[in-house]
């Protein structure tokens, strides 16, 4: 039987409801499956462990997630704790250290869900983020704080190798989709020496993916292109920042937050990568038993298809379709069904699957 060991980061707000119903479904889908098993170890990483040791990994941690093959992470953010202090004291240190660059996020509406957009129905959209450079990678400072001169900076990072190998890793899945279609998203006009560089490393790319049509798209330009003809997109690639504001977008149009997953990927798989659905701690509803599971079980499916797990994962898809076009909605989707329920849905569906298949 293959074994698959998972480190669970549940985190915080709503970070630990989800993670919960997503290692409900998991171990669900393990038990009817009977060809492979997950060995889950819980880190109880968060904000509340932040404040009472003054840390969120230990010394040690990132040599102990090293020893899993992959990481089921919840959300980080707290009320109590600056934003920047918790995202560059949890979620980032994992991602960078891991190497996880490649970052994917896609998009469509699932059965029964209503897109906000009149033909939200032609969403099929993944977007890919540079996850590991760029605007997020951590250069900069403050000097005279506190007085009329004080100084902030904020300096983006672009490397050929960074760059190159996330278009090469955008190019790659463009090339397995039905429409082959890549779409380049900088601010090039104004930002004359990153982003230009950004453009000529792809075009320079494109050479060796003749089968893959590409165009480019300025970033203010192509959130109108998404709101007003989403069916001229198909795979996006972008930076660290304007991907990570996009697939917020895209998440919206699609209908929800709730719904949208993302895979922090190390492709080389020297080191763990990590799955988180996109919603973060939603404080407003945490400890209600409304947060949407769907985000974390289509995380799920995709933590699934990377371990090799692929007919699991889309038995997961394919329920999860199931239950929305049900309509078996919590409210941010208009309905009034609770976390529980959700996951009771799904785990139902999985079990008729089994049934019809019996």
């Excluded at 972008?238 to 719904?259: E, Q, R």
Aim: net charge negative; charged share 20%; proline share 5%.
């Amino acid at each position: 039987m293959r074994e698959y060991k998972i480190a669970a980061i549940p985190g915080d707000g709503i970070g630990p409801e989800v993670i919960s119903a997503g290692l409900q479904v998991l171990e669900t889908l393990a038990e009817q499956d009977g060809g492979f098993k997950l060995s889950v170890e819980r880190f109880p990483w968060s904000s509340d462990y932040y404040l009472e040791r003054g840390y969120y990994i230990p010394t040690d941690g990132l040599e102990r997630l090293k020893q899993f093959d992959a990481i089921f992470f919840g959300a980080v953010g707290a009320l109590n704790v600056p934003d920047h202090v918790s995202l560059w004291g949890l979620r980032l240190p994992i991602a960078q250290g891991f190497d996880q660059y490649a970052n994917v996020r896609p998009a469509r509406v699932l059965p029964g869900v209503r897109s906000p957009l009149v033909n939200g129905k032609d969403i099929d959209w993944v977007i890919i983020r540079e996850n590991s450079e760029g605007e997020y990678a951590g250069n900069g400072g403050r000097t005279h704080r506190g007085l009329p001169i004080e100084t902030a900076t904020e300096t983006s990072v672009f490397t050929r190798a960074g760059v190159e190998r996330i278009h090469r890793f955008a190019f790659e899945l463009a090339a397995k989709r039905p429409r082959k279609h890549l779409t380049l998203v900088t601010k090039s006009n104004a930002q004359r020496f990153g982003m230009v560089m950004w453009d000529e490393i792809f075009f320079e790319v494109a050479n060796d993916y003749p089968d893959v049509t590409t165009d480019r798209e300025l970033v203010d330009a192509v959130t109108t292109r998404m709101v007003l003809k989403p069916q001229t997109l198909d795979v996006v690639v972008a930076t660290n920042l304007h991907a990570d504001i996009l697939s917020d977008l895209a998440a919206a149009l699609s209908g929800s937050l709730g719904i949208a997953p993302t895979a922090n990927l190390n492709p080389e798989r020297v080191f763990p990568s990590m799955f988180e659905p996109i919603h973060g701690s939603a404080f407003d509803i945490t400890g209600k038993g409304i947060a949407n599971p769907v985000a974390t079980f289509w995380t799920a499916a995709m933590m699934l298809e990377h371990l090799g797990e692929k007919a699991a994962a889309d038995r997961l898809m394919a329920a999860i379709e199931q239950i929305t076009a049900a309509g078996v909605f919590t409210p941010d989707l208009g309905g009034t069904a609770t976390t529980a329920s959700v996951t009771e849905a799904v785990c139902k569906a999985l079990a008729q699957q089994v049934k019809k298949a019996a």
